[in-house]
């Protein structure tokens, strides 16, 4: 059973920025792919952006050129970047890593952007 923990959320103003990590608590973390997700109350979970266990990135059109994904294998650790943070992203975001057919999920951490 693989652990994920997400940390780094929070309260920012508009236009302001966060980091999100997600610590794995795997050895094989880097042939994972890793992926964050998030959640707004009333709203299905949405894709926000996925990075493959050789660094190919995806993101969804509403964070293209504000939020970037990136990986640490050597810490088992997947980040969300999130600059030019809008109302709009307000979520509960979650990390997610896939292995095959298997999904593992962190327990989500809250981002709020409100002035």
């Known amino acids: 059973q693989v652990q994920l923990v997400e940390s780094g959320g929070g309260l920012v103003q508009p236009g302001g920025s966060l980091r999100l990590s997600c610590a794995a608590s795997?050895?094989?973390?880097?042939?994972?792919?890793m992926g964050w997700y998030r959640q707004a109350p009333g709203k299905q979970r949405e894709l926000v952006a996925t990075?493959?266990?050789?660094?190919?990135?995806n993101y969804t059109d509403a964070v293209k050129g504000r939020f970037t994904i990136s990986r640490d294998n050597a810490k088992n650790t997947v980040y969300l970047q999130m600059n030019s943070l809008k109302p709009e992203d307000t979520s509960i975001y979650y990390c997610?890593?896939?292995?095959?057919?298997?999904?593992?999920w962190g327990q989500g951490t809250q981002v709020t952007v409100s002035s």
């Open positions: 997610n890593g896939r292995l095959g057919f298997i999904d593992y």
């Open positions: 990075i493959t266990s050789s660094g190919s990135t």
């Open positions: 795997t050895s094989f973390f880097s042939i994972y792919a």
